[in-house]
């Protein structure tokens, strides 16, 4: 009986030690980034772009965000975009276009309503509360991530 648990008590040792040297491995890669909490602002019916949100933390070296796209064709185009104030702080909202987004390594550069967003560029379909889709971001060094975007509410 005792000879048994010691028996049990190894394995699970070695098991344990495999699991954690293999989410070593998954996580530690020099260029990997983190994206979470993909969301996108939900649209009215009629409304012809969206735009998505999220959080990205560099990994060890530094990165660039250089596109956006749907797999499933969520939306004809995607577009990274900024929101600017036009008119030195009196002015109107517009939004620019940008060629990419500088990810600093181990810093998080934050995606949020009135800053820098994914731009969804004339919508199959609008976009409804409850509803996920998948979105490719590629990065200079870690090259395309796949992160799910769930549609909400403000
Ligand atoms: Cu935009």
């Known amino acids: 009986m005792t000879s048994l648990r010691i028996a049990l008590a190894v394995a699970c040792l070695a098991a344990s030690a495999g699991l954690i040297a293999c989410g070593d491995d998954g996580g530690s890669s020099p260029s990997a980034v983190a994206v979470r909490d993909a969301w996108a602002r939900s649209t009215a019916d009629g409304q012809t772009a969206g735009a998505a949100y999220m959080k990205i933390t560099g990994g060890s070296v530094d990165d660039r965000l ?32 940008l060629d990419g987004l500088d990810v600093p ?49 403000t």
């Open 66 to 97: 250089l596109t956006a796209a749907t797999p499933s064709d969520v939306a004809r185009a995607v577009e990274l975009h900024e929101t600017v104030v036009a008119g030195g702080g009196m002015g109107s909202m517009t939004m620019r276009e």
């Open 105 to 153: 390594a181990e810093e998080t550069v934050q995606m949020s309503p009135g800053g820098y967003h994914v731009m969804l560029v004339d919508l199959a379909a609008p976009l409804v509360v409850g509803r996920s889709f998948d979105l490719v971001l590629t990065f200079a060094n870690a090259g395309p991530q796949t992160v799910r975007v769930s549609v909400r509410d």
